[in-house]
């Protein structure tokens, strides 16, 4: 304790650049402790133990380093912590704690390697640990991907436990009692006679104990927190609107900041006139960005006036103009030089397709913005040897490299204050507005400039969800489905993500066919083909990323197919199944729905199933076909994440997934025309309001041997199972989201 | 210009047609109303404005010049809620909670005009309110509680 930091960080570097270079590396890099943040000025008499536990002679804090958009991470990572050091909520203050490799996420390699999650055996395993590594070693540390509970299920109760125990290790040395005798309660050590010792009181003496290393954790029968319902700890705030968010933040002698960038995205600027705009009340200055203008003001809606006010031309989209030349691009991608993996080539399926009378469906799925209700904004100050970072991101050490890229500072000069976030759905994955933010500040050297997207620029500037053009052939004989050839041509999210953030990632793209191929059935003669069309608009993951698009392709298909067969959809999919969790959450959604009953006239009811992040979920839409349109009744979901950390949260989620996916496959899309976005506002791109919004019964299972998140798997059945509903309650078959292009809804 | 906003008078200076959302945040520094879209189409920057809901980016500062303005700042406080925040406390409503302050203004408008709503009237009262996290399902069963508290009260 008391160590001082060391050259941890320049060793990874080296390591990080070896792996960039394709150099392989021994397990001593991977193996070694990474450095604790919190050592960096320790105050006198605080202990850390490890980069989640600080405690000073005043107060607790355990720092919760995955980024909260509202997945409520912030308090679950707080509960494992806790769970094991003995304190309860109310008796410590939470932080997201600094970019640093101590908080990389271990769980990103789950959904790095080739294998379906559901395929537990060595080779898989392996694969995995070796990716683990890697995302080590490159310092990957995010949110995202549902990962959350997975990285830190083991690793902040460990954290937790290694904290109390050296905490009874100092106790023990300043009291004279053996360690065995004390217990711990409440956020203090308990002597024999009674005496409590609270943490607090001991943490000068814990900085001088060595640390205690290894401990057991407790078996679940023990838990005091985990499983149980808990009380949010960020719920007071905000149903008070006392907790901030990035875009309230305020930071001293602050000017506000609005931008245009051509819309046509990647375009350029060809010239402005900000002659308006500079005389404007309160506009200081109109400065130039890349790609556009920011006007800079003493308040945010008059830089919103005033950058509005600006008068540029710009330049053509490096992307097809018109929302037809992205379907045909991804048309023409179906040919075996765009083949990007063939997921799946079971049995014979030429053979099967060409005995008997094959049933062909083509589907869509189209860009979708995510549109968080907080709109993308920043504080960033740039000195001569620091820049400041205020703001909501799911990616602080890649936001450090990517902020310092814009002025040439190094990445160790960005100190970056995480917030809680108004949402994301992967939206502030990005780096753009934070760039945009650090370009402009970089011009006022000194001044901390607030940069807020009107929602128009953060429409504009989304990189949706990617399209997907998908190609179904299959057969049925008796009853049953026997062949299936499934073909997704899309462009590669993963390859335009990572490709503005600098970094190329070799190897096929599994989210292009995600929630298709990783599907559990078995069949026959079954093969699946991702092709890869070439870079379109830019695009980024969305909330389960390829799994709404391809899912939906695949499972409406299966529909369509078991419809063909004459066969029930539910027992269809049952028959096909392969995997244990899989059958039982499509078991559970057909008992809650009392699946086959009768419905009445008018109405009908859908299934479908999706494993995406290693969650299978299934969910059953029930609609009637009213005079003035559908109107979803009820909607059953079942999904299995092998352990529950608190119940009142994962059933508000999976609530919430629903809502997510069945509003955008309902009304939302994002279509290119001019070579921009034709929608700018929530009134073109809605999602679901509170009058549509169903009943929606959640059950969770715990069948599963991993711990997995459940902030994306609901999203994924949802279009499908509406879909399929729609097809039960009217006999017309919905091929394209969103639904509302061809249906009305209630 | 002279607004009271949550009992307090203030005097400001800004442009006629700059809308009451902006002069909250931006020059009272009252942070709890959101802005979300600048149409009128989420209903994050929900104030009460003489005790009837408005979207507070469609109000120009000049409208609201003499008006008795109520924020989610002054309509309870962490530690004296009013019951819709009660209720929405103990139905756990918000996921990134960032529509909530608006959707606990459109409430408590809702109940101060209509003490026993039934499912059609909080439907209709409440959809303006967008919530992308979809947290539907607990604001009705919230907005249901609050309704029993204040009748309790």
């Keep these: 304790m008391g160590r001082m930091r060391t050259i941890a960080r320049r060793t990874f570097l080296v390591g990080s650049a070896a792996i960039v270079g394709g150099v392989a590396f021994g397990t001593y890099l991977v193996q070694r402790p990474t450095e604790n943040p919190l050592e960096d000025g320790l105050a006198d008499g605080a202990a850390t133990f490890n980069p989640w536990v600080l405690i000073d002679s005043e107060k607790v804090t355990l720092i919760t380093p995955h980024g909260d958009k509202g997945q409520g991470v912030m308090s679950a990572q707080a509960a494992l912590i806790a769970e094991e050091l003995d304190i309860e909520f109310g008796q410590f203050e939470t932080g997201f704690g600094v970019p640093s490799q101590a908080y990389w996420n271990r769980a990103f390699a789950e959904e790095g390697v080739p294998f379906k999650a559901t395929d537990e055996g060595l080779v898989a395993e392996s694969m995995r640990a070796f990716v683990r590594g890697i995302t080590k070693l490159m310092s990957v540390q995010g949110t995202g991907g549902s990962t959350s509970m997975a990285d830190s299920f083991d690793k902040l109760r460990e954290a937790g436990a290694k904290a109390r125990e050296t905490l009874k290790k100092a106790a023990s040395e300043l009291s004279g009692v053996p360690a065995e005798q004390l217990k711990t309660a409440n956020g203090a050590v308990i002597l024999p006679d009674g005496t409590e010792m609270p943490y607090t009181s001991l943490a000068a003496k814990a900085a001088e104990v060595e640390p205690v290393r290894k401990v057991s954790l407790r078996d679940p029968s023990e838990w005091r927190l985990v499983g149980k319902p808990m009380k949010r700890l960020d719920i007071l705030g905000k149903s008070t609107g006392t907790l901030p968010y990035g875009i309230d933040i305020e930071v001293e002698g602050m000017v506000h900041a609005a931008v245009r960038v051509n819309p046509r995205q990647g375009g350029e600027m060809v010239s402005f006139d900000a002659s308006v705009a500079k005389g404007m009340r309160g506009v200081s200055d109109v400065v130039e960005i890349t790609g556009g203008v920011a006007a800079i003001a003493d308040n945010t809606w008059r830089a919103f006036q005033a950058v509005e006010a600006v008068e540029i031309e710009w330049g053509p989209a490096p992307y097809p103009a018109e929302q037809d030349g992205h379907w045909e691009a991804l048309a023409a991608s179906f040919g075996e030089d765009n083949l990007d993996s063939m997921w799946r080539d079971d049995g014979n399926v030429d053979d099967a397709l060409a005995g008997s009378s094959t049933i062909e469906a083509e589907y869509r799925s189209p860009y979708v913005a995510h549109a968080p209700l907080e709109p993308l904004n920043a504080v960033v100050r740039v000195t001569d040897d620091e820049i400041e970072v205020w703001t909501g991101h799911q990616m602080p050490i890649m936001l450090q490299q990517n902020v310092a890229g814009v002025t040439g500072h190094e990445p160790e000069q960005v100190t970056f204050h995480n917030q809680f976030m108004g949402g994301s759905f992967g939206h502030r994955l990005e780096f753009e507005h934070l760039k945009q933010a650090v370009e402009i500040a970089n011009q006022m050297r000194g001044t901390p400039v607030k940069l807020t997207f009107t929602r128009e620029e953060d429409f504009a500037h989304d990189f949706p969800r990617h399209i997907a053009l998908g190609r179904c052939k299959g057969t049925v004989e008796n009853g049953q489905i026997t062949a299936i050839d499934v073909a997704i041509a899309a462009p590669s999210v993963i390859t335009s993500q990572m490709g503005r953030a600098g970094l190329s990632v070799p190897g096929p793209d599994a989210q292009i066919a995600a929630g298709a191929w990783n599907n559990p059935y078995r069949i026959a003669n079954f093969r699946m083909c991702a092709f890869r069309a070439p870079e379109l608009a830019p695009v980024s993951s969305w909330r389960a990323v390829g799994a709404p698009g391809a899912g939906f392709v695949f499972d409406t298909f299966i529909d369509e197919l078991c419809n063909a067969a004459g066969a029930d959809p539910l027992e269809e999919r049952l028959r096909m199944i392969d995997h244990d969790a899989s059958r039982k959450v499509l078991e559970a959604v057909g008992e809650m729905s009392d699946w086959g009953s009768e419905l009445g006239p008018n109405r009908g009811r859908g299934v479908a199933f999706i494993e995406s992040f290693g969650v299978p979920t299934a969910e059953v839409v029930e609609v009637t076909n009213t005079d003035a349109g559908i109107r979803i009744d009820r909607v059953y979901v079942a999904c299995d994440v092998g352990r529950i950390i608190d119940p009142v949260n994962f059933e508000n989620l999976v609530q919430g997934g629903v809502v997510y996916g069945l509003g955008h496959a309902m009304n939302c899309e994002i279509t290119y025309s001019d070579g921009m976005a034709e929608q700018s506002n929530y009134h073109a791109h809605e999602g679901m309001r509170l009058y549509q919004c169903p009943e929606i019964v959640v059950r969770g299972l715990e069948n599963g041997s991993k711990i997995r998140g459940i902030g994306e798997p609901p999203v994924p059945p949802a279009g499908p199972a509406l879909g399929n509903a729609i097809f039960a309650a009217t006999g017309q078959r919905l091929r394209e989201m969103p639904f509302g292009k061809f249906v009305d809804f209630v | ?153």
């Design chain 2, 1 to 153: 210009m002279r607004l009271t906003v949550n009992g307090k008078e203030h005097e400001v200076d800004v442009e006629d047609d700059m809308p009451l959302l902006w002069v909250l945040r931006d020059e009272l520094g009252l942070t709890g109303t959101k802005y979300g879209c600048g149409i009128a189409q989420c209903g994050a920057c929900t104030v009460h404005m003489d005790g009837f809901a408005v979207r507070s980016c469609q109000v120009p500062a000049a409208s609201a010049d003499g008006t008795e303005v109520v924020t989610i700042e002054g309509l309870g406080t962490p530690e004296t809620l009013h019951a819709v925040q009660e209720a929405w406390v103990e139905h756990q409503v918000a996921q990134c909670g960032y529509c909530q302050s608006g959707q606990i203004m459109q409430a408590a408008s809702l109940l101060s005009l209509n003490a026993e709503p039934t499912d059609d009237d909080i439907d209709v009262a409440m959809s303006g309110n967008l919530c992308r996290c979809g947290t539907y399902p607990r604001i009705r069963a919230a907005v249901k509680t609050a309704a029993q508290k204040l009748q309790e009260a």
